[in-house]
């Protein structure tokens, strides 16, 4: 295993963590967003208000790409272990 393959299979895992957080980043901005507009437009400033919104937020984005997440993760996973034998070999 040569630098060449650990840049590789660190930029590998940076692209699929940005691809398993990018649905919880969208969607706990845009619930954030919303309550932050709800509430200046109601001059009504709790701060643990938007708490609760965001955790059912994050719940959906589990119950609904969940799956998907995990196949991404496992897949990527699948390849690594694929790879083993080539970058022991130098």
Same mark, same amino acid.
């Given at each position: 295993?040569? @630098?060449? +393959?650990?840049? +590789?299979?660190?930029? +590998?895992?940076?692209?699929?963590?940005?691809?398993? @957080?990018?649905? %919880?980043?969208? /969607?706990? &901005?845009? $619930? =954030?967003? $919303? /309550? *932050?507009?709800?509430?200046?437009?109601?001059?009504?400033?709790?701060?643990?208000?938007? %708490? /609760?919104?965001?955790? $059912? =937020?994050?719940?959906? /984005? $589990?119950?609904?790409? *969940?799956?998907?997440?995990? +196949?991404? &993760?496992? *897949? %990527?996973?699948? !390849?690594?272990?694929?790879?083993?034998?080539?970058?022991? !070999? =130098?």
């Amino acid at each position: 295993m040569n @630098s060449s +393959d650990a840049v +590789d299979i660190a930029t +590998d895992a940076l692209v699929v963590i940005a691809k398993i @957080s990018a649905p %919880f980043l969208l /969607v706990v &901005l845009a $619930i =954030g967003l $919303i /309550v *932050g507009l709800m509430q200046s437009v109601t001059q009504l400033q709790e701060p643990t208000l938007s %708490f /609760v919104p965001k955790l $059912i =937020g994050a719940a959906v /984005v $589990i119950a609904l790409a *969940g799956p998907w997440m995990l +196949d991404e &993760l496992v *897949g %990527f996973a699948h !390849e690594l272990y694929q790879r083993t034998p080539q970058l022991l !070999e =130098g």
